[in-house]
């Protein structure tokens, strides 16, 4: 399972009020400062993140897809051929071309108009919920984008972005209450943020959160390795026992 808070600051984290996360971190292991790719555009990242390859060489270098400028395999086909089945859940509709047609067993988009009224992150819950009540998945990618309109609207570090961030600890406090015991999660960002704006270089767009819970993970453990975004891919393979494509430039991440 894979959650994923877009614009999600380390330090933002810290300060929201995430029980949940919380949670995550004294039982799982984490680092605050994995690092993402440059430009720290969301598109660009989350291709980084799910075919585990530097912009160069995946070309999506703006929030408007186009083919890979050099084939590579995703996560979502890398599970998908090795007979294990997947589901993403996401309100940015730009994320749709992350994987293949007939790649995923289920794919929900639900629009998110960007404001505080219209809470897509709380709507997408339910429906991920309902769905892994249903539903046995080998694989999940859940997506909460309000933090990211909230840091647009109003500013990284925020109060309404600090409440998108708390809105989002607890989405995902009631789907890892429908998740079987055994599952593995990662909760992770695609960028930060800086004033109202993300795609440079400084530490607050390129750092994010990694968290990792669940069985075999050591409780309460910091990493102390670099995490990059380009590491989850190969990550979350090795967890599903599945050899990472050699075109991966990322490293599963070990732990003792």
């Given at each position: 399972m894979l959650f994923l808070i877009d614009s999600l600051r380390p330090d933002g984290l810290k300060q929201a009020d995430t029980p949940h996360l919380d949670r995550m971190i004294s039982e799982g292991a984490h680092t605050f400062s994995a690092q993402t790719v440059v430009p720290s555009m969301t598109l660009?990242?989350?291709?980084?993140?799910?075919?585990?390859?530097?912009?160069?060489?995946?070309?999506?270098?703006?929030?408007?897809?186009q083919p890979l400028n050099h084939p590579v395999p995703g996560l979502f086909e890398v599970i998908f051929e090795a007979g294990l089945n997947s589901s993403a859940f996401f309100n940015w509709e730009e994320l749709r071309d992350l994987h293949q047609p007939g790649s995923v067993q289920a794919a929900f988009y639900l629009k998110d108009d960007k404001t505080p009224e219209n809470n897509s992150d709380r709507e997408l819950t339910v429906l991920a919920v309902d769905?892994?009540?249903?539903?046995?998945?080998?694989?999940?990618?859940?997506?909460?984008?309000q933090t990211d309109a909230a840091g647009h609207?109003?500013?990284w570090m925020s109060e309404p972005y600090l409440r998108a961030i708390a809105n989002?600890?607890?989405?995902?406090?009631?789907?890892?209450k429908v998740l079987p015991e055994e599952v593995v999660v990662i909760l992770t960002a695609d960028h930060g943020g800086k004033d109202r704006s993300h795609g440079a270089d400084s530490p607050e767009e390129t750092t994010i959160p990694f968290i990792i819970n669940g069985p075999g993970i050591p409780k309460g453990y910091r990493i102390n390795r670099t995490v990059r975004i380009t590491d989850i891919a190969p990550t979350i393979a090795s967890f599903l026992g599945i050899e990472a494509p050699a075109e991966w430039i990322g490293k599963a991440l070990t732990l003792p």
């Open positions: 660009t990242c989350h291709t980084s993140l799910f075919f585990s390859v530097e912009p160069n060489v995946h070309g999506v270098t703006t929030n408007t897809w769905y892994f009540t249903k539903h046995r998945v080998d694989f999940a990618f859940v997506y909460f984008h609207r109003d500013g989002a600890d607890r989405c995902i406090g009631k789907i890892l």
